[in-house]
Structure formats: structure tokens, C-alpha cells
């Protein structure tokens, strides 16, 4: 099969290396992919948002499949543009509508109400209700969490501790329109407090089988602390995931979120992302993403034993039920390295070195997210530049391998944690 994946990030070069690995893929075309992705196939000059000329691609190398990464593809209706414009080429990911359920807290949210699936008490607001959203948050329980309705690139959730900062932050979002038309309606969520894990799976919208699950840490700074990023590390298996608490999200979240799906007839034929927090042993959802999570993918995917290409195939003929999911019985962990100056400004273009003559074992490998090769050279080209994924026989030996090789590897201002899966060492 020729397969063509959508995406540039360390999520896409997983999802490459991971396909690439299949009997089932003939060739692979990345668009646009990443230096590293050019190991597992032919990058292309093609934005994840230019739907024509994607299609033009597709004609060009007789494209079989289509994997989407990331979320904004999807929500402006990728697979909607191929069901119409090339309906023989199956498409990883939902339709548009379906993907609302990342595309709007709102509707994710009344969904999970419609089909009682546990998840924080919240309210909506926008411009014409805005004075009445201000005296919803003078009379709420700290903390408080807002959150803008749409995609804010990750950025669009912020827990306030007072009600002066809430007051400013739902300002700054409906009034100044901090995320443009993203925030132009705001959620009102009660806080939760526990410890927070994510489960993936793959479903055709009726059957569905779990791929796996991860804990990340979203903090700059060590211990959790700083302004939050898009990930600087990720663990897998998350230790308190036992099977005790696995049968409560799968009873209580999944089975009635596809089921759910079925009911209203909306059309899911990818990923789920529930990020989910554990509360005194029962888990809530914190929110959907109907696609594969950065940095989770890079630890989900080595640890899944299963060829992913049959698993998407799978999806597209209506046989997911009859497959069976293997997991290595390893512990993995993947550590970030990042620019100088992330979440907030930072500089492109500068050399990384140390990738030739990299010292690594089996069990490692370096996933490139925001680089780009120019001429013999791999450059940093975005916040997260790349991740070390190891395995380990628990999660210190794994995070202790990942920062080993890390520190072969340097470029100006990089910076990592070392405390990745602190609570669990």
C-alpha cells in the first residue's frame, strides 16, 4: 500500500517509524513532515490544511490510505473532502462533525452529558451572556478552570486561584479575544483535583479496541512547575492504571463514548484521546482529542506490539473487533528536548548536533518533532525539537536512558527535564 500521513510533528515520525514497520506499507509520504521522517519515507511540501493539494499527491503516487496527526485537519473536514472528492482512499481520522468532540469543549461537553459519562460541572458563556458569566465566576468555588470553546494550540486552558485572575482571564478571552474566534465562547469547568493519565484508542465508531495509555507532564520546569507546553515527557504504563481502575474507564468512559457515537450515527473512524483525571479512584474526563497525542504517540507506539497499518485496516473493512491487541511488557519513557525560551519565544534554524554518532542501545530511539533538514544539516524548526523514547525493566532505567542520550545531543539553548516520571521512581 501507499500510504500517505498527515503531519510534521514527533507524533508523525512515531506513527512513520511505527508503519514503516508494517508488511503492508509499500511506500510512505510525509506531508511535510520532519528530518526525522525522512528515514521511513518521501517528505512533501504540503500543508496538513491543503486539502487540493493533498489530492493532487494522492493521484500522483496512487495513494491506498490517509493518516491524519493532527487535530486542525480534522475539524476542518478532511475526511469529509475525501469521502467527496476520492471516496476509494480510506481516511484515519473522524468527519468533521465528530470531530467537535476536540473542536469544541462545548459540544464535548454535551455529549458526555447526553450519554452520562463523569466529567466536571460546567457552564458556557460568550459576548451576548458576558455579564452574566462574570457573576458566575464572582460566586464559584476556587480554583476555576477556563477554557476557550475551540483549538487554541494547546494553550487554551488556564486554571485561575482567584477570582480577580478568572475575572481577567474571561475577559482577556471573549472580550480582547486572546484566541480569536477560538475563545469567542468560554467553558467554566470545576476544578478537579487528582492525578492525570490518558488512554488511545482505535475505533470504527461501533467497535473499538484500547491501544494503549500514558501520562505526560505538561510543565516547563521541574516538579511540575512553569508555564505549561505542549509536553516535556511522557511514561508508559502509567503505574495506578491497574486493572481495577482500567474496567472503571472502560464501563464508565469508553464503552458509552463509541456507543454514544453509534447511537447518534456520527462518523469515527480514527483515534480517541481521553485525557482523563483519576478522583479518589474514579476517573473524569477531562477532554477528547480525536487523534493521537504529542508526546504520547512516541511511548504508545513502541510499547504497542500490533502492525498499525492492519489495525487501520481494519477500521476501514469493519473487522477491528477480531484483532487482539499485544503490549511489550517494558516500561517506556520519552523526554523532550526543547528551544531556549519555550512555551514563549525562541529561535530557529540552529544546528543540532551529536545525531551521527549518537552512543544508543536497541531499546532507544531519537523521534525528531520540530526540525528540518537544510542541505547536509539537521536544524531545530520549532519549540519541542525532538524526543528520546527508551525502554526499561521500570520507568527510572527507561527516563535514565532517554536523558543518557540527551546528553549526546545539543544545540544552542536546549533545554530538558530530568525529573520525567518523578512520582513513580
Not at 390 to 405: E, H, L, P, Q, R
Request: hydrophobic share 40%.
Amino acid at each position: 500500500m501507499n500510504i500517505l500521513l498527515l503531519g510534521g510533528g514527533g507524533r508523525e515520525h512515531a506513527l512513520a517509524w511505527k508503519m514503516a514497520q508494517s508488511k503492508l506499507c509499500a511506500k510512505l509520504f510525509i506531508a511535510p513532515g520532519n528530518a526525522g521522517t525522512l528515514q521511513y519515507g518521501t517528505n512533501l511540501n504540503v500543508s496538513v490544511t491543503d486539502f487540493e493539494a493533498q489530492k493532487k499527491v494522492c493521484l500522483e503516487n496512487k495513494i491506498d490510505l490517509i493518516v491524519v496527526g493532527p487535530e486542525e485537519p480534522l475539524v476542518k473536514g478532511v475526511y469529509d473532502f475525501y469521502e467527496k472528492e476520492l471516496p476509494g482512499i480510506p481516511v484515519i481520522g473522524p468527519a468533521a462533525y465528530g470531530a467537535q468532540l476536540e473542536g469544541s469543549k462545548a459540544f464535548s461537553k454535551k455529549f458526555m452529558q447526553r450519554h452520562k459519562i463523569p466529567t466536571a460541572g460546567y457552564a458556557e458563556f460568550t459576548n451576548e451572556n458576558f455579564e452574566e458569566g462574570k457573576k458566575y465566576i464572582a460566586q464559584h468555588t476556587l480554583p476555576i478552570v477556563l477554557k476557550a470553546d475551540g483549538l487554541a494550540a494547546g494553550k487554551g486552558v488556564v486554571i485561575s486561584t482567584t477570582h480577580e485572575d478568572a475575572l481577567t482571564t474571561f475577559e482577556e478571552m471573549i472580550i480582547n479575544k486572546q484566541f480569536g474566534d477560538a475563545s469567542s465562547k468560554v467553558v467554566i469547568e470545576e476544578f478537579l483535583d487528582g492525578i492525570e493519565t490518558s488512554v488511545f484508542v482505535l475505533t470504527d465508531g461501533k467497535d473499538y479496541k484500547i491501544i494503549g495509555h500514558a501520562k505526560d507532564y505538561k510543565r516547563i520546569g521541574e516538579g511540575d512547575t512553569g508555564l505549561n507546553t505542549g509536553g516535556m515527557g511522557c511514561v508508559s504504563p502509567v503505574p495506578f492504571v491497574d486493572d481495577i481502575f482500567m474496567h472503571k474507564v472502560i464501563t464508565k468512559i469508553i464503552e458509552p463514548t463509541v456507543n454514544g457515537l453509534a447511537a447518534e450515527n456520527i462518523i469515527y473512524k480514527g483515534f480517541i484521546f481521553f485525557g482523563l483525571i483519576k478522583v479518589n479512584n474514579e476517573p473524569f474526563v477531562i477532554e477528547y482529542n480525536c487523534r493521537m497525542g504529542d508526546p504520547e504517540t512516541e511511548v504508545v507506539m513502541p510499547r504497542l506490539q500490533n502492525d498499525i497499518v492492519e489495525l487501520f485496516l481494519a477500521i476501514h473493512n469493519g473487522t477491528l473487533k477480531e484483532k487482539n491487541i499485544t503490549y511489550n511488557d517494558k516500561a517506556y519513557a520519552t523526554v523532550v528536548a526543547a528551544s531556549g525560551g519555550y512555551p514563549g519565544d525562541y529561535k530557529k534554524n540552529l544546528k543540532i548536533g551529536g545525531l551521527d554518532n549518537l552512543k544508543m542501545a536497541n531499546d532507544s530511539i531519537v523521534f525528531h518533532a520540530g526540525t528540518k533538514q537544510m542541505d547536509d544539516t539537521v536544524v531545530t524548526n520549532g519549540g519541542r525539537v525532538l524526543t528520546v523514547t527508551s525502554s526499561g525493566a521500570n520507568i527510572t532505567d527507561a527516563v535514565n536512558k532517554s536523558t543518557a542520550i540527551l546528553q549526546q545531543i545539543y544545540f544552542d539553548g536546549m533545554y530538558y527535564r530530568n525529573d520525567i516520571g518523578y512520582e513513580f521512581k
